[in-house]
T-cell receptor, first 110, second 111 residues
Framework: EDQVTQSPEALRLQEGESSSLNCSYTVSGLRGLFWYRQDPGKGPEFLFTLYSAGEEKEKERLKATLTKKESFLHITAPKPEDSATYLC???????????FGGGTRLMVKP | ETGVTQSPTHLIKTRGQQVTLRCSSQSGHNTVSWYQQALGQGPQFIFQYYREEENGRGNFPPRFSGLQFPNYSSELNVNALELDDSALYLC??????????FGPGTRLLVL
């Protein structure tokens, strides 16, 4: 059974204070690892897809990386508007369902 | 390009009632997946529809059922509502096997 664990559950940063969010996963055959951003009461917004170990993707202040056991979402010089819950999900080779972690709630203070 | 839309945005039902939630896919997408998200947790996969057929199901009882229509829109039906069914219900559309894009969700409260 696929498992996805995100840490920390919550993270408070000062504006400009860089940090990383972790997503550890167990899957029989990884077909893709996905990062989404979710604002309160809204649907998840797609950020990145990573397919193989060593792959990296960047978008503005965010950079996602992937190893065979985990993924990191690095946030460089965050701003208050980066405050949200960040969700990680995996899709295995055998199916099309996404298995999500519990999310990391990020709060960036000005 | 129109994104994924869901209706209604909010719904209040009482225990034992039935509910139907609706989803319109993003243009060009042929696959719809439904997820349940309890407060403070990640989304849980309910089922997926591709070409009007169920194409995968998560650990949810048969009282959760669905439909996909020829225009790729979809419905989620839940019978005999229970208090624990209170959650945000998310619909995601995609081309088969590709990245899933989520709608805004329907917030269901069961009293």
């Amino acid at each position: 059974e696929d498992q996805v664990t995100q840490s920390p559950e919550a993270l408070r940063l000062q504006e400009g204070e860089s940090s990383s969010l972790n997503c550890s996963y167990t899957v029989s055959g990884l077909r893709g690892l996905f990062w989404y951003r979710q604002d309160p009461g809204k649907g998840p917004e797609f950020l990145f897809t990573l397919y193989s170990a060593g792959e990296e993707k960047e978008k503005e202040r965010l950079k996602a990386t992937l190893t065979k056991k985990e993924s990191f979402l690095h946030i460089t010089a965050p701003k208050p508007e980066d405050s949200a819950t960040y969700l990680c999900a995996v899709r295995e080779n055998a199916g099309n369902m996404l298995t999500f972690g519990g999310g990391t709630r990020l709060m960036v203070k000005p | 390009e129109t994104g994924v839309t869901q209706s209604p945005t909010h719904l209040i039902k009482t225990r034992g009632q039935q509910v139907t939630l609706r989803c319109s896919s993003q243009s060009g997408h042929n696959t719809v997946s439904w997820y349940q998200q309890a407060l403070g947790q990640g989304p849980q996969f309910i089922f997926q529809y591709y070409r009007e057929e169920e194409n995968g199901r998560g650990n949810f009882p048969p009282r959760f059922s669905g439909l996909q229509f020829p225009n790729y829109s979809s419905e989620l039906n839940v019978n005999a509502l229970e208090l624990d069914d209170s959650a945000l219900y998310l619909c995601a559309s995609s081309s088969f096997g590709e990245t899933q894009y989520f709608g805004p969700g329907t917030r269901l409260l069961v009293l």
